[in-house]
């Protein structure tokens, strides 16, 4: 299902097939760039945690699968991970083609690898750019896996780009994926303005649409509204994302990896018995 069937986008960039860019119109990649700020503002906790994990496993080879405006990738670059960064959104590569540019001096960067490329078809994507090549981790995070809807309504494709994922793995690779608690925010029907991966100096208010068909929540729409009080600016923009629970994601990951890989969930970087009620789920697996 496509979010324009249900929601009007105020993104006039989003193409009427669906929101397979919802960053399109350049408008709240833009924003986004700015929201997230850089490397420097990613939290303590966050860092740690994903570089600690990286290490202790002997990963040097990453693949960021959301990289965005490249925030991630450019913190693992600057610990001395190889990194190819890859999105389907040009609009947000554009950010990040930019920022290797401006670091163009430092040699860490020479090596950074960002081309554009589709979940669904990201092995070939590779395999054009890199032939014969899997990675010791692959990294899809900040909620980025809930842009892809389900059209569907079986998760067909959401099974596929995770089978892609498994497939871009050396084995004993690890994945890194997650999710918004959207089982909290199903029955509460609220979502937390903080981030849990970057600290964000502006004041950020975020309304929460759930629409439900049949029983079942299919679609969860965050308007944000994120405020620049210095410059007298207030930047608004929706992102629709499919609402992943808990349990069902979980399964779904396993199947992914033939159930064979281990599988690891943490509540905000932390054991999951160490937080009652987390604003994200992150998911770690081992490929057998």
Known sequence: MSADQVF?????????????????DGKAARTWNKFIGDSNERTQNYKDFLIGLLRKNGCKKILDTACGTG?????????????????????????ALK????????????????????WETLPRDIEAFLPNTQFDAVICLGNSFAHLLDEY??????????????????????????????????????????????????????KTSVLVVGGKAQLVALDYCINDDANSEKSEFRLCYFPHKLDKFTAMLDE???????????????????????????????KA
Not at 71 to 88: C, P, Q, Y
């Open 8 to 24: 009007h986008s105020r993104s006039e960039g989003i193409p009427s097939e669906g929101v397979k860019d919802q960053y399109a």
């Open 71 to 95: 925030i991630d990738s450019m913190m693992l670059v600057n610990e001395g991970f190889k990194v190819v960064s890859v999105d389907a959104s040009d609009k947000m590569l554009k950010h």
């Open 99 to 118: 920022a290797r540019w401006e670091r163009r001096k430092d040699s860490k960067y020479d090596e950074w690898i960002i081309e554009e490329a589709n």
């Open 153 to 206: 309504g079986d998760q067909r494709m959401q099974k596929m780009c995770l089978r892609n994922f498994a497939k871009c793995l050396k084995p004993g690779g690890l994945l890194f994926i997650d999710h918004r608690n959207y089982d909290a925010i199903i029955d509460s029907g609220a979502t937390p303005g903080h981030s849990i991966y970057y600290n964000c100096k502006y004041p950020v208010d975020i």
């Open 256 to 286: 992914a990896f033939d159930n064979r890989a281990k599988h690891e969930i943490y509540a905000d970087f932390k054991p999951m018995s160490a937080v009652p009620v987390p604003s994200f789920y992150i998911h770690v697996l081992e």
